[in-house]
């Protein structure tokens, strides 16, 4: 019995490392388009990036500003990616997704 169930626990180890290899391929396309990609660059102010961007598709409530050490930090959405400011200058900004086949995090909306 455990001579058959062998080659069948191989075949499902092969399975493990080949959807791991795809996995890993999805990631360094993702960092390859993100690399391609002109996003809003550190420090640049919210008027900056809207006159370079355009307007962006939502302005998320802010976060934070109840103490000093916590700063302001705005969100604005776009088509294809998400700028984090600090105040009025960007510290920050995110690719969403490298395509729509991209499995990653559920929105919570």
């Known amino acids: 019995m455990t001579f058959r169930l062998s080659p069948l626990l191989a075949a499902l180890g092969l399975a493990v490392i080949a959807s791991s290899a795809g996995a890993d391929t999805l990631l360094m396309e993702r960092t390859q388009k993100e690399t391609a990609m002109a996003l809003p660059s550190r420090g640049m102010s919210m008027a900056q990036v809207e006159s370079r961007y355009g307007a962006p598709r939502a302005k998320l409530d802010p976060r934070g500003g109840n103490k000093p050490q916590h700063p302001v930090i705005n969100r604005w959405?776009?088509?294809?990616?998400?700028?984090?400011?600090?105040?009025?200058?960007?510290?920050?900004?995110?690719?969403?997704?490298?395509?729509?086949t991209e499995i990653g995090v559920k929105k919570n909306r």
């Open 77 to 100: 959405e776009y088509d294809n990616f998400i700028v984090y400011f600090e105040r009025t200058h960007v510290i920050d900004a995110v690719v969403k997704r490298a395509d729509s």
